[in-house]
């Protein structure tokens, strides 16, 4: 799947969602598995945000543009504080403005200029007291500089801040996945190896036994599981996972998390695994989405011999009571051999 090249008015489409839905989910699938990508797009977006938040001050925003920057913006607590502090930098930069183009004027409209400039220096009283005042404006220039230098300093302080804690607790919802998918092949071996011994014991004869999806795989089976949670709703700074099938393993375990969705909303589910810009490897039409509290859980059984090492996209798709198809959450992994 060939990305968008990245431009400023690809990425001011980008920040105030103007993007059509399939350029946004090509360059949703950018940011999660190149990271050159990744780099350039937020390189550029501080840029893009910069200027945004200018014209808005300036009134330069109209029209759905506007709503979008209100609603997006104002939303996020680290672009709403850099929005106050550039507003209060042109604000107080404003004052500093006005007597420079009241001098400009002033000269404009005033040619005998030169007298006044004689009397200053004819007038003791009067040159002091333009010397004063020259030096007070000077004091408060070094200090609004000063003060504008200092919260820009706060800004990238706080800004680095957010960012490393962000890391951190993506950093730490990774080991939480790792240890839980770690957990989860041990039960699932462990299982394997109870139906093993029981068909043993029983000649053949055990209970059948059904993965809670509409999919099932022969008794006795080897299995290799992977948690996916939807690129639709990712940051893009969480890691493409990983699916490691060892030698043995008969069959691929994708289990599919879905975040804010009633499955009694649609008639049924469809979902297609394709391997990166390439071909469909394995498709169902009647997905079973098992509701958990507000999210919901899918998992797909595919035999693991129709996956070879590469990247992989899988997309689940919801049919409505109309028969009209939504698409529900678009899911990137890695298939390591």
């Known amino acids: 799947m060939k990305q968008p090249a990245i431009n400023e008015q690809l990425v001011r489409r980008y920040l105030l969602d103007a993007l059509p839905k399939r350029e946004r989910e090509r360059v949703d ?27 808005y001050l300036d009134g330069e925003l109209t029209g759905t543009e506007l709503e979008n920057f209100e609603r997006l913006f104002l939303n996020s607590p680290e672009r709403a504080h850099k929005l106050k502090v550039i507003k209060d930098l042109k604000g107080q930069a404003a004052p500093e403005a006005e007597p420079e183009a009241s001098a400009q004027r002033i000269v404009k409209t005033d040619p005998p200029y030169r007298s006044w400039i004689r009397a200053i220096f004819q007038n003791p009283i009067l040159g002091f007291s333009t010397t004063g005042a020259f030096a007070v404006a000077l004091v408060f220039c070094a200090s609004l500089w000063m003060k504008s230098s200092r919260l820009e300093s706060q800004l990238i302080e706080a800004r680095n801040q957010t960012d490393s804690g962000l890391r951190e607790q993506v950093d ?22 109870a139906e093993q011994q029981v068909a043993a014991l029983t000649g053949g004869e055990g209970p059948e036994v059904v993965p809670p999806n509409q999919n099932t795989q022969p008794s006795g089976s080897t299995i290799a599981t992977v948690i996916l949670t939807s690129s639709l709703r990712s940051n893009g700074s969480r890691p493409v996972p990983t699916l490691n099938l060892r030698t043995g393993v008969t069959v691929a375990r ?7 969705i009633d499955p009694a909303d649609y008639k049924r589910f469809r979902a297609v695994v394709q391997r990166q810009g390439g071909d469909e490897v394995w498709r169902s039409e009647d997905v079973k989405l098992r509701p958990r509290g507000n999210n919901a859980r899918a998992v797909l059984n595919i035999a693991a011999e129709k996956l070879t090492n590469g990247q992989y996209v899988g997309a689940l798709d919801g049919i409505t009571l109309d028969d009209q198809t939504e698409p529900i959450g678009r899911y990137v992994f890695r298939v390591q051999r």
């Open 172 to 193: 730490q919802l990774n080991r939480r996945n790792e240890e839980l998918t770690a957990k989860l092949r041990t039960s699932e071996e462990q299982r394997s190896a």
């Open 29 to 55: 699938v950018g940011l999660l598995t190149d990271d050159r990508y990744y780099e350039a797009l937020t390189t550029l977006e501080s840029e893009v945000e910069d200027e945004l938040i200018d014209q």
């Open 254 to 260: 994708l289990v599919v998390n879905v975040e804010r």
